[in-house]
């Protein structure tokens, strides 16, 4: 947690404030704020009540250089620096990233272990950057003669005065794939800095520059299978053992799913305290994981924690979900993602979850663009491949037509608002092989805009502090060095981590199929959220507002199924979360 804000300009202590204001949630609400005439950046730290594991973030002073880092970064090139030393230990870690920067400037940054974003003051320069992976958010965009930092979003948008446009081209990303693609967000004005990235402000403009290529990292096709294995389940020990306290109890968001289940494991062999394990469920007549919760848990010695949860529990907080969220994010888990971490900030401060094992090791969304691509019998022209990718959401892609009204259609270009943005990712020269290309789309957007922004200020709003290890650096750039067949063999997922992990868990976790959180947003529309959905999406909103088709909008409503499309379910649950930011943010009500 913690908060970093300011802005490239002339010196203004009230529009500092206001920032931290804005921003008040995820610190302490003691800001310390640094005016020079080119730049003030601010710094807002942590909660006391949530868990340092590193001694370096904060604010200093280095000679004429002022550094910021918001987060919870614990080494420099791999030194630790944890939060429980003498002081020298955090003046020796700074000192060390400073001597990093000077030396090699932005790709010293790639030293610093995550999670964190830095703000770097010197003179006639500002330079801000997000974490190898984006385990933290930044936003930054123009307001006057100024160019504005923050956590958040609503860092900027709050602001009086300035501007809440929608960006009709987020929107269809949003339809398509739940989040909106890097460098913007839901508001014309506001941009989002990508994962591994730097943004540099001088006299000369904004240039933005990477500092984390794992793209680029060559195959290793002479190291065998066994040698891969041991090191990946040696990376995972590791990233682990770094982000644990060194006393205290620590939480698992453990769905009986294989990524859950293996960093289960690593937190048995060396968590300090007691391991507790929640396991999250819909109520007993619908479909639910506890089973492989329960095996794993049992298995593991975690003591083990099952959240029940239906829509009277969160409907009275759904905009206060959507409020912490700042960017509407479609994914349904967002909610139980909130509401277990209220439940579990009664045991721990410290939780660690399953996310990344997906796009980091193939999840299960590559296979059908795999086959495609291997086997043909389907369209390989232009822009085929990133239609194939948006297609892969099962969301509202194929039905932006009757969807949207005709006037925001007519601003919408699909080839340029959602198959261009695409296609330097899934055509680059490097990684070389289309695994290796999905992989990277997915760690540099869906991870780094939807699963890791999701998961951070869900827990965040309880002050709750999050761990992934399995979106580590050093597992990120594994993953790349390991040939593909040690990912995605024979039509199974992450076949390396199930290797590396077949001796420590129970048989049917690691031969189980991937299957996800099913939450029962087909269910809860035809019951308890029906009302709230058909309030939100009135015919008079619709209308009022201009953005959807009000014929399309009934027949899902109605779970017409003479129409096409289907996951109406899904479909009213993206339409209800934008509906919801959009009268928090561009209607300005109260949270």
């Not at 594991?53 to 910021?68: C, E, K, N, Q």
């Not at 892969?392 to 198959?419: H, K």
């Amino acid at each position: 947690m913690g908060a970093a804000f300011g802005f490239w300009g002339p010196p203004d202590r009230g529009l500092l404030a206001a920032m931290a204001a804005n921003l008040r949630h995820r610190g302490r609400g003691t800001p310390v704020f640094v005016e020079r005439p080119w730049a003030s950046i601010g710094y807002d730290p942590a909660p006391d009540d949530v868990p340092r594991l590193g001694a370096l973030a904060g604010h200093w002073r280095d000679g004429d250089v002022d550094v910021v880092l918001a987060g919870d970064p614990s080494s420099v090139d791999g030194v630790q620096y944890g939060a429980e030393g003498e002081p020298g230990v955090a003046v020796a870690g700074r000192r060390a990233l400073v001597e990093a920067w000077r030396a090699r400037g932005i790709t010293g940054l790639a030293s610093l272990s995550p999670p964190w974003i830095a703000a770097i003051l010197e003179p006639g320069r500002l330079t801000l950057a997000r974490d190898h992976v984006g385990m933290r958010q930044l936003a930054w965009g123009r307001f006057g003669d100024r160019v504005l930092f923050a956590s958040e979003p609503k860092g900027l948008w709050r602001l009086p005065g300035f501007p809440r446009r929608l960006h009709l081209p987020a929107l269809a990303q949003y339809l398509a794939c739940s989040f909106v693609f890097p460098p913007h967000t839901m508001l014309a004005d506001v941009f989002a800095l990508g994962c591994g990235h730097a943004l540099v402000l001088d006299d000369a403009g904004v240039h933005e520059r990477g500092f984390f290529d794992f793209e680029s990292i060559p195959e290793d096709p002479a190291v065998d299978e066994p040698t891969w294995s041991s090191r990946t389940a040696g990376a995972l020990a590791q990233a682990c053992r770094e982000r644990l306290p060194g006393r205290g109890d620590v939480g698992l968001y453990l769905s009986g799913g294989l990524d859950s289940s293996i960093v289960g494991v690593e937190l048995a062999r060396a968590a300090p305290g007691r391991v507790h394990s929640f396991s999250i469920h819909f109520g007993a007549k619908l479909p639910n994981e506890l089973g492989y919760a329960r095996a794993v848990a049992s298995h593991l010695g975690l003591e083990h924690h099952e959240v029940a949860l239906r829509p009277r529990d969160f409907l009275p907080r759904f905009r206060e979900v959507a409020w912490h969220l700042d960017d509407p994010i479609g994914d349904p888990i967002t909610v139980p993602n909130f509401e277990l971490s209220r439940r579990v900030a009664a045991t721990t401060k410290l939780v660690f979850n399953g996310e990344g094992g997906d796009p980091v090791f193939g999840g299960p969304k590559n296979l059908p663009m795999m086959l495609s691509h291997w086997y043909g019998g389907v369209d390989h022209g232009p822009g085929s491949r990133e239609r194939a990718y948006l297609t892969s959401f099962r969301r509202a892609y194929d039905e932006l037509d009757r969807l949207l009204s005709p006037e925001a259609r007519a601003q919408i270009d699909p080839d340029r608002d959602l198959v261009a943005p695409l296609t330097a990712r899934l055509h680059a020269d490097r990684p070389p092989t289309l695994l290796g290309k999905l992989q990277a789309a997915n760690i540099r957007l869906k991870g780094a805009h939807l699963i890791l922004p999701k998961v951070e200020r869900m827990t965040a709003a309880a002050h709750v502090a999050i761990q992934s290890p399995l979106f580590d650096p050093r597992l990120v750039a594994l993953s790349f060095a390991m040939p593909g067949a040690m990912k995605l063999r024979a039509g199974v997922e992450k076949w390396v981590l199930k290797r590396a992990y077949a001796d420590a868990l129970p048989a049917e976790v690691i031969a189980r199929p991937k299957s996800g959180m099913r939450v029962p947003v087909h269910d809860w529309f035809l019951g308890d959220m029906r009302g709230h959905a058909r309030a939100l999406l009135s015919r008079r909103r619709v209308e009022q507002h201009g953005l959807w088709s009000y014929l399309r909008v009934a027949q899902i409503l109605a779970y017409d199924r003479e129409q096409p499309g289907g996951r109406y379910g899904l479909k009213l649950w993206m339409l209800v979360a934008f509906e919801t930011w959009r009268a928090l943010v561009l209607d300005g009500e109260a949270p």
